[in-house]
C-alpha cells in the first residue's frame, strides 16, 4: 500500500458540500485532498428534474460571495424549473405565484411581507433560486480543481487511523495522510462510524418514490400533488413522479430494489386507479427517517451535510444545510491550520451550527406529521392551510423555508449580529458580497468617524475596511464586524465604540 503527502485537510465526499468545503479550505491557503467513492460524478439523480433543488437566502449568499452564482444557470430557472440551461427568463406569471410549501400547503409570493426582513435589502440578491445538483457540483469542483485541490474519485474510505500529529485514510488500496479529516461523506459517512459518533433521532413514517416512468394510462392520474387516504403522488410533470407510502419506511429498509410490478401496485393502491405502468426507467426510495450526529467534532475529524444530519427531503432544505455547514466550517478550520484562530474558534462550529439542524429536523418532523393519511392529518393541513393563507403565516414559513430567518446566537445584542451582512454597495463601485470573495472578513464603517482607528483594528486583524457608498444604504448600522462567511459578528447604530469593537475582534480574528 502506498503513502501520499501529508495534506492540510483530507475531506471524504465529493458532493456539493464536500466540494464547497474544500474550496473554502483552498481559498484560505489550505492543501486538500478529496476522496470521492463513486468513479464518475455525473448520474440522472442529479440532473433535471431529480436533481432540482431550490437554494435559499444563506446558500445564494455563500455562492455570491464567492463569485459562484453567476456561473450558475439559475435565473433562467427561476419560475421555470426544466428550461433548459441559458434560455432566457420567461415572463414572471401573475399575482398570488406558489413561492414554496410547508407539506405542501403552498405560500404564495406576494402574501411574503419583505418588510419583516429589514436588513434583507430590496433588489440586492434574491431570497430563492432553482438549481441543479449536477450543475452546481461542475461549478464547484471546477472552482476546487483551480484553487489546487486534488481530487480523486473511485476511492471509497475503507478505513481511519489516528496518531498524535495527523492521521492515515486508508481508500482505493492506497494511504493518504492528513492532519485534520472532513467527513462529508453522505449519511452512511464511514467517517462517522469510524468516528463512532451516535447518530440519533427519529424512525421514518413513509418510503418515497423517485420515479421516471412510462404509463399506458397517463390520464389516469392528476397533475401536481395528490395527497389521498393512502399517502400522496406528485406528477412533476408527465412521467416523472414521487410517491409517499406510508409504510413506516418498510419497503426502503429492506433494501429491495423497486421493481416495476411493486412500484405500480403502490402507484394504483395509492392513486385508487388501475393505471398501468408501461416501462420503469428510473426509481430511487427515500424515507423521512430524520438523524443528527451527536456531535460535529471530535478531535480533528469534522463533519458536515448528510454526514452530520439527514431527514426528508421535503422543500429541500438538506442541500442549503450542508452547503451553511461548509462555509461556517471552512474559515474556522483554515485559521486552526494557519495558528491564526483565537482560542476556541472551531468549537463554535458545533455551537452555532448544531442548533439549525436540530431545527431543521424538526421543521421535516412537522411536515411529515401534517401529511400522513387519515383524519388527524387532514385536521392539521386544513388549519395550516387557512394560517398559511394569512400574510403572516406566509412571511413566517417563507422565512423558515428561504433561511431568511437565521440567526446565530453569539452574545450580541444588536438585531444585526448573527445574521448575514446585508449586500451594501460600496463607496468603491462594488458591493458587501465582491469585497468578500477572497475570503476574508470586513469591517463596514458607515460611521465615518474613527475612520484611522478603525483602518488600524481591521488592518490588525487582516481584514478589510470598507465604507457604503451613501450614508442612507446602511438601515442606521454604524459599523458592522462581518465574519468570512459573511456573518455579522457584531454591529452598533452611530458612533462605534472602538473599545468594544476591539472586544468582539478578538473573538473571531487574532491582532485585534
Not at 262 to 288: K, M
Not at 461 to 468: A, D, F, T, W
Not at 499 to 504: E, G, M, V
Amino acid at each position: 500500500m502506498t503513502s501520499l503527502p501529508i495534506h492540510d485537510v483530507i475531506v471524504a465526499g465529493a458532493g456539493p458540500v464536500g466540494l464547497f468545503l474544500a474550496c473554502e479550505l483552498a481559498l484560505a491557503g489550505c492543501s486538500v485532498l478529496i476522496l470521492e467513492k463513486a468513479a464518475e460524478p455525473t448520474s440522472p439523480l442529479k440532473r433535471l428534474p431529480f436533481g432540482t433543488r431550490g437554494l435559499s437566502s444563506p446558500s445564494i449568499d455563500a455562492l455570491h460571495r464567492r463569485g459562484l452564482l453567476d456561473q450558475l444557470a439559475v435565473p433562467g430557472r427561476l419560475h421555470n424549473p426544466f428550461a433548459p440551461a441559458g434560455q432566457p427568463a420567461p415572463q414572471a406569471p401573475p399575482a398570488r405565484r406558489q413561492a414554496g410549501h410547508f407539506a405542501g400547503i403552498p405560500f404564495h409570493r406576494d402574501d411574503v411581507d419583505a418588510s419583516q426582513w429589514p436588513y434583507r435589502l430590496p433588489g440586492a440578491l434574491p431570497a430563492v433560486l432553482l438549481s441543479e445538483m449536477e450543475e452546481l457540483e461542475t461549478v464547484l469542483a471546477r472552482r476546487a480543481l483551480a484553487l489546487g485541490v486534488d481530487i480523486r474519485r473511485g476511492m471509497a474510505v475503507t478505513s481511519l487511523q489516528l496518531t498524535d500529529e495527523y492521521f492515515s485514510v486508508d481508500a482505493g488500496g492506497q494511504r493518504f495522510s492528513g492532519r485534520w479529516l472532513a467527513g462529508c461523506d453522505g449519511a452512511r459517512s464511514a467517517v462517522r462510524k469510524a468516528m463512532r459518533v451516535d447518530f440519533a433521532g427519529t424512525e421514518p413514517a413513509f418510503t418515497g418514490y423517485s420515479l421516471q416512468l412510462d404509463l399506458a394510462d397517463p390520464h389516469q392520474l392528476q397533475p401536481g400533488r395528490n395527497v389521498t387516504p393512502t399517502g400522496m403522488y406528485f406528477q412533476t410533470q408527465p412521467g416523472y413522479l414521487h410517491l409517499q407510502d406510508f409504510d413506516g419506511g418498510a419497503f426502503h429498509n429492506a433494501g429491495l430494489p423497486p421493481t416495476r410490478e411493486h412500484v405500480q401496485a403502490v402507484l394504483r393502491r395509492i392513486s385508487d386507479t388501475g393505471v398501468t405502468i408501461d416501462t420503469l426507467h428510473i426509481a430511487t426510495t427515500w424515507t423521512d427517517r430524520a438523524r443528527q450526529a451527536t456531535a460535529y467534532r471530535q478531535g480533528r475529524v469534522l463533519l458536515a451535510g448528510d454526514a452530520a444530519h439527514i431527514h426528508a427531503p421535503l422543500g429541500g432544505q438538506g442541500l442549503n444545510l450542508g452547503l451553511a455547514d461548509a462555509m461556517n466550517l471552512g474559515w474556522k478550520l483554515a485559521a486552526t491550520i494557519r495558528g491564526s484562530a483565537p482560542a476556541g474558534l472551531l468549537d463554535t462550529y458545533q455551537a452555532e451550527r448544531h442548533p439549525v439542524g436540530a431545527q431543521v429536523l424538526d421543521w421535516s418532523r412537522a411536515q411529515v406529521a401534517v401529511m400522513r393519511p387519515g383524519p388527524e392529518g387532514r385536521a392539521l393541513q386544513a388549519i395550516l392551510r387557512d394560517l398559511i393563507d394569512t400574510r403572516d403565516g406566509a412571511t413566517y414559513v417563507a422565512g423558515r423555508v428561504w433561511g431568511v430567518n437565521l440567526r446565530y446566537d453569539l452574545g450580541e445584542e444588536h438585531p444585526l449580529a448573527g445574521r448575514s451582512a446585508p449586500e451594501f454597495r460600496l463607496d468603491d463601485g462594488t458591493t458587501l458580497g465582491i469585497a468578500m470573495r477572497d475570503g476574508h472578513g470586513l469591517l463596514l464603517d458607515c460611521f465615518g468617524e474613527g475612520d484611522a482607528a478603525l483602518a488600524d483594528l481591521a488592518r490588525g486583524c487582516g481584514i478589510h475596511h470598507v465604507r457604503p457608498a451613501t450614508a442612507d444604504d446602511h438601515t442606521g448600522i454604524g459599523a458592522a464586524l462581518v465574519r468570512p462567511d459573511g456573518i455579522v459578528a457584531w454591529a452598533c447604530d452611530g458612533a462605534p465604540d472602538v473599545a468594544d469593537l476591539k472586544k468582539a475582534a478578538a473573538r473571531w480574528f487574532l491582532g485585534a
